[in-house]
């Protein structure tokens, strides 16, 4: 009841209030990423939605678009700049996936979507975390963030789309909150991490870690 009728419209009432409660926050930063950084101010990549289904991610951006002689980009180490790490260290490059919520992309609350070159690398049982739409914030997120494993981190999102309700969406937003505010648990560069692991297993070398 509560997925099929009530969260859509929470959905779009959050996202709106976000846009026009925070519209000077959003134009402060769209400002100073491209004074920092330059433009595109907004980096936009395909994810993985609800069922599989594709779409634009939006984020402000965090990175320089720098290139070695060969034209292929430096390690996001290199790129990431002090000004994008502050945005990540208060999860503000985020705020833009508020026109995702809109778009009806994503919700406030799910399972956050990853990179699409991970799709083939799932095993069944971690493919039940695009039952639901992907989310701004979600369980794994207010249960120790970037600082547990990826065993825990897809443990959280199946958990997740199996005891989905409105306390429970209530409980992660508000800890969201507080975490961000705390900066709690914050790493930037854990993308090899998940891929890493996620080719292991699926060569059969990687089990019960994931």
Known sequence: MYRKYIKRPLDIFYAIMALVVFC??????AF????KI???????????????K??????FRTM??????????????ERLTTFGKRLRSWSLDEIPEALNILKGDMSVVGPRPLLV????????EQRKRHNVKPGLTGLAQINGRNAIDWNGRFLCDIQYTVEES????????????????????IMFNDTTSIYEALKLQSLGCYKDEI
């Not at 594709?54 to 984020?59: C, E, H, S």
């Open 24 to 29: 000077w926050l959003y134009l402060i930063i």
């Open 32 to 35: 100073l990423v491209w004074i």
């Open 38 to 52: 330059g433009r595109p101010i907004l980096f936009v990549q395909e994810r993985p939605g609800k069922d599989e």
């Open 54 to 59: 594709i779409f634009k991610l939006y984020k």
């Open 64 to 77: 320089l678009d720098i290139r070695d002689e060969k034209e292929q980009l430096l390690p996001d180490s």
């Open 117 to 124: 070159d991970y799709l083939p690398l799932y095993n069944n």
């Open 166 to 185: 409105f306390f429970l969406d209530l409980k992660i937003i508000v800890s969201t909150i507080k975490k961000a505010i705390k900066k709690e648990n």
